[in-house]
Nanobody
Framework: QVQLVESGGGLVQAGGSLRLSCAPS????????MGWFRQTPGKEREFVAG????????SYTNSVKGRFTISSDSAKITTYVQMDSLKPEDTAVYYC??????????????????WGQGTQVTVSS
């Protein structure tokens, strides 16, 4: 059974920071593209950030540019997203996802094969 496991969510005040982690369980994915999405009740899951772990290329949605940083460990297994200057509108369930896509970093949910269960991030004002 292939699983991705997120960790690092929690409650933080506006302006604070959190670091989310995503690691595979049951199988190791080296390389490929890891993406982070978020979802709030009643809304579609939206792309937040992605990284091509083969060449380090990154992509961010406009609303998090300059505040979030996505990275992978040297073994290219665990992926992180450092979230700084958090805002109440960043409150959501955050999901990581993986694909072997050789064609850049997908920004839609259909571009990914495996998903985590999500971790809640709550930013209080």
């Amino acid at each position: 059974q292939v699983q991705l496991v997120e960790s690092g969510g929690g409650l933080v005040q506006a302006g604070g920071s959190l670091r989310l982690s995503c690691a595979p369980s049951g199988r190791t994915f080296r390389g490929g593209v890891m993406g982070w999405f978020r979802q709030t009740p009643g809304k579609e899951r939206e792309f937040v950030a992605g990284i091509n772990r083969a060449d380090g290329t990154t992509s961010y949605t406009n609303s998090v540019k300059g505040r979030f940083t996505i990275s992978s460990d040297s073994a290219k297994i665990t992926t992180y997203v450092q979230m700084d200057s958090l805002k109440p509108e960043d409150t959501a369930v955050y999901y990581c996802a993986w694909t072997a896509s050789p064609l850049g970093i997908p920004t839609t949910t259909t571009g990914y094969i495996y998903w985590g269960q999500g971790t809640q991030v709550t930013v209080s004002s």
